[in-house]
């Protein structure tokens, strides 16, 4: 009896709590609750678009309008005088002038052929892509197949050149490779002669694999860790030998990791600008070079329409890369990654210490392209003429408390950077997030969101700053009132276009990777979709989006 007694009271008592629980003030504090959250996430899509269309494509639209209005006047005659000169296309531009086809292919194929400025441009792109593969693939072997101290910290140091700022990277190979840099001093010390590599195509090659093989080095080592160990383990019990089962087992699935970062690296250095102009100078002009010396110039049209031409390209190979990103990504729940291996040798076997040797030839080439720079810069700013030295930080100090009222203060310069860093980031990060969330959901026409949305990381940097200034810096006249955004406003809205791209490729692939059955038990158990997404589907990424919110600060801050 005490027992049913007891069963009873428990029962009453987890009926009284059912009922709490369903009450129809909490089931209506559920409701307004999901209502918020679905509606600010909406709210925050909207503005989103609302941003990436004032600060971004309307800009560029400007850039469009310029290019084909002249002398008030639409036109495309700009566009056509460009593809048919030979200085800007080179030789192609002789076919598209209506000569042989026959005539253009033999000037193609000669040695004295032209490759115009287009085509030096896509030239020394694809020879900094090639170098930033070869630099970056030893690097990703290192960090996924070996365990040494440091691997984690060396790892996450591949990133640091990626976003150093570009005039800091141009000092430290200036006082690297200049004719009084660090190079020449050892060279000179060992009997050997100098060498002066500015001013050259090969120093533009190397500042570009600088900046790029550690992105490289980055995919391939996340993809050399997704490995499944038990395919290559299967491989080799089939009699497969090591090179074999690399072969056949290993290197498919690391392709289309290297493509994508090959991929990237021509985007990024088909529009590069600061390096080319700070180590090559206007004798190799780029594109971006070139479009920067028309604005200087005052030569708004021609430059407008050089610089859509090099968008349109981008663009394209963006569109391509997205889409095998699309069609290539493999998810890689459940696998057994391959073991790695101690650096130090086992045994004094060939096979174990031929790949120690050549990582040991590249920690030499990687010592003098990734480190060299920044040593020396740091050395060059503690060295005088008598020696080492404090002088050139005494002289900050002192520019600080003593500085005429018209200098810029070294503190205050710093304080701006700090303050236009974080306020792109808060700009940046949430339009990250909610452009990585549009893009990992199944929708029709979702690629086509994912491209337009990553359009900034296609598009130079002269472009977007050539549009804020005639759309947003000069302002536009609506009825009697120029509406302008100058200052502060438009160096952050820069930075945050800049910097949000970033955010999406950091976290969409976490979105991706998220085990679905989770959203669905929480969708099961009555969770909105929104709520799924703040309590389940973030809190998984959330490291992802502190590395999505490092990079837009830092790309901000350089």
């Known amino acids: 009896m005490a027992r049913d007694f007891d069963g009873g009271a428990d029962g009453a008592d987890s009926e009284k709590m059912t009922e709490t629980a369903s009450s129809p003030s909490s089931k209506r504090g559920r409701t307004v609750r999901n209502t918020i959250e679905r509606r600010a996430i909406v709210g925050l899509a909207v503005a989103t678009i609302a941003l990436l269309l004032g600060i971004f494509y309307y800009p560029v639209a400007t850039v469009f309008i310029d290019s084909v209005l002249v002398d008030g006047r639409w036109t495309g005659r700009v566009f056509v005088s460009i593809l048919r000169d030979p200085f800007y296309l080179g030789e192609p531009a002789r076919l598209l002038a209506g000569e042989p086809v026959g005539a253009v292919i033999e000037s193609v194929l000669s040695s004295d052929r032209r490759l115009g400025v287009i085509g030096f441009t896509a030239y020394q792109a694809a020879l900094s892509t090639v170098t930033s593969v070869a630099l970056g693939l030893p690097a990703a072997y290192l960090l996924a197949r070996f365990e040494f101290p440091g691997r984690r910290t060396?790892?996450?140091?591949?990133?640091?050149?990626?976003?150093l700022p570009s005039i800091m990277v141009g000092v430290g190979f200036v006082a690297t490779f200049g004719r009084n840099g660090t190079l020449n001093a050892v060279l000179g010390a060992l009997g050997?002669?100098?060498?002066?590599?500015?001013?050259?195509?090969?120093?533009?090659?190397?500042?570009?694999?600088?900046?790029?093989?550690?992105?490289v080095a980055r995919v391939t080592t996340a993809a050399w860790e997704s490995v499944d160990a038990s395919a290559v383990e299967t491989a080799r019990s089939l009699g497969a030998s090591p090179v074999r089962a690399f072969r056949d087992v290993v290197a498919p699935q690391l392709y289309p990791s290297v493509l994508m970062g090959a991929a990237l690296?021509?985007?990024?250095?088909?529009?590069?600008?600061?390096?080319?102009?700070a180590l090559g100078g206007f004798q190799l002009a780029t594109v971006e070079v070139f479009v920067y010396r028309l604005i200087r110039d005052l030569e708004y049209a021609e430059a407008a329409a050089l610089a859509l031409i090099e968008l349109g390209i981008s663009l394209g190979l963006l569109y391509a890369y997205l889409r095998y990103e699309a069609k290539h990504t493999v998810r890689s729940r459940g696998i057994r990654p391959l073991p790695r291996r101690p650096l130090t040798p086992p045994s004094f076997s060939v096979r174990e210490l031929l790949p120690r040797l050549g990582l040991a030839v590249y920690a030499?080439?990687?010592?003098?392209?990734?480190?060299?720079?920044?040593a020396s810069m740091v050395l060059a700013s503690l060295s005088g003429p008598e020696g080492l030295t404090l002088a050139n930080y005494q002289f900050l100090i002192d520019r600080q408390t003593t500085g005429a009222s018209f200098q810029v203060q070294p503190w205050d310069a710093v304080r701006n950077s700090l303050l236009f860093g974080v306020a792109s980031l808060a700009v940046a990060l949430p339009m990250g997030v909610v452009v990585a969330v549009l893009t990992t959901r199944d929708y029709r026409g979702r690629k086509l969101v994912d491209a337009v949305a990553m359009a900034p990381l296609a598009v130079s940097g002269i472009v977007v700053g050539l549009g804020l200034l005639r759309g947003l810096v000069f302002g536009v006249e609506v009825g009697d009132t120029r509406l302008a955004v100058g200052g502060?406003?438009?160096?952050?809205?820069?930075?945050?276009?800049?910097?949000?791209?970033?955010?999406?490729?950091t976290v969409a692939p976490g979105l991706e990777g998220v085990d679905h059955t989770l959203v669905e038990s929480a969708r099961a158990?009555?969770?909105?979709?929104?709520?799924?997404?703040?309590?389940?589907?973030?809190?998984?990424?959330?490291?992802?989006?502190?590395?999505?919110?490092a990079f837009a600060f830092a790309i901000s801050i350089g």
Request: aromatic share 12%; charged share 5%; proline share 8%.
């Open 154 to 163: 060396l790892r996450s140091l591949t990133i640091l050149p990626f976003v």
């Open 192 to 215: 050997l002669g100098q060498v002066n590599l500015l001013f050259t195509l090969e120093a533009v090659v190397i500042a570009h694999a600088f900046y790029n093989a550690p992105l």
């Open 265 to 277: 690296t021509f985007v990024f250095t088909f529009s590069t600008f600061p390096i080319v102009l």
């Open 364 to 374: 030499v080439v990687a010592l003098a392209v990734f480190v060299a720079p920044i």
């Open 488 to 505: 502060g406003l438009a160096i952050v809205a820069a930075h945050a276009v800049a910097g949000y791209p970033f955010v999406v490729r």
């Open 525 to 549: 158990l009555g969770a909105p979709r929104a709520r799924a997404l703040l309590d389940i589907e973030l809190p998984l990424v959330w490291p992802a989006v502190i590395a999505g919110a």
